[in-house]
């Protein structure tokens, strides 16, 4: 086997246990669509391009680390979900997936709603002149103050998550003059197969009221007894990165029989069911997720057939993609740093971000895909770990993966389907300043928030 660049580089059979990595693939310059978001594609000059423009002259305007978002792919999902579901149901982007103020001017014009779970993501929202009855606030302990602005502002549902909050949000609401909206968010037994740090809907967590001995009927036949709130619906989020419609199909399920009990002991037919986010992405080529069509299609057939064996009228049904609209679109690019190459173990490719900017893998043991994106290469592969230059060392981008084996210092490489869960998780650590985002669009590049700077590091610090 004849290595061209790095005679040390890494024999695969010492380090690839897992199948899937065994064989890289056939060329490693041609980009998998799946994980790209639309508009991304490699010239013929062998540059990758985003809206049409060179990730190299992106990296010389915008610098490096950066995410790069592609807008028309953004708002082409977000009509696909809305399109999907159609005018009898709300799709809720989930805010905390990626929010800024650009992101809530898109969702609005394309139609969508917005989810938040805090008061900083309220302020955007509503800064970005989201409408309020358009946005629903979650979290499971939204402080007085946060519950107080909400209400007034009038948010069009606010999901109840605990039974102290049932009282608080109707005392509040009470306090001001105002009946308010809610929703009752339900934990249903269900364990999504993904990360179990990313399962919510199995019962020992901190989230919602279970369904199990009888908990949400008694939250049900509080939240009816008081003034301050009108009762809307039930809620339920059973996880994230799902691609079997089994997991939803248990929780609407489940959620529906507890609307059928509401309406036996209260003779009242709540409206709404809220079906939560978790529809999983294709973060490499091994992942197949599922159409908005596709997923419409299965979740009204389910709710539908529940309610006509429960002799239910068909509740409005209400999704929460969050992931599944904006991971996709976007990618962050590095320059490559430091290669070292660790003989019969591994090789190691150190870029210019890291954890501060994708904590994701460190996290949750993500897994990514990585492209050489600044030229192409025909060099063999070499199966490498890309890390990033924090000081620890679980700081993992992308775990495992196969670049040419011709990569050098001052390469740009870019790791797609970092729309989501990256920058609204980034941090400071090791007083990392976090990147930009830059939304590309039909041959124009604007940064939408911009990268943090010295200063901004320092005027946190007041000495
Ligand atoms: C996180 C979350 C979502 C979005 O999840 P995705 O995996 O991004 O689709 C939706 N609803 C609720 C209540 C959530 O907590």
Redesign the pocket.
Known sequence: MSRSAHPAGPRHADVLTEGHYAAPPADLNVLDEKVWARTVSRNDDGAVTVGGIEVTRLAEEFGTPAYFLDESDFRARCRAWADAFGPGADV?Y?G??FLSRAVVRWLKEEGLNL?V?SGGELTTALDAGMPAERIAF?GNNKTVAEIEWAVQVGVGRI?LDSFQEIVRVSHIAQRLGKRQRVQI?VTVGVEAHTHEFIA?AHEDQK?GIALAGGQAAEAVRRALRLDGIELIGI?S?IG??IFDMAGFEVSARRVVQLLAEVRDEHGVELPEIDL????GIAYTSDDDPRDPHEIAKALGDIVTRECEAAGLATPRISV?????IV?PTAFTLYEVGTIKHLEGLRTYVSVDGGMSDNIRTALYDAEYSVALVSRRSDAEPMLVRVVGKHCESGDIVVKDAFLPSDLAPGDLIAVPATG??CRSMASNYNHALRPPVVAVRDGEARVIVRRETEEDLLRLDVG
């Open positions: 809720f989930a905390k997936a989810d779970c979650h999901v968010r919510t989230f809620h989020h994230s990165q939560g986010g978790g529809l929460e993609p969050g992931r599944a991971g989501a869960y």
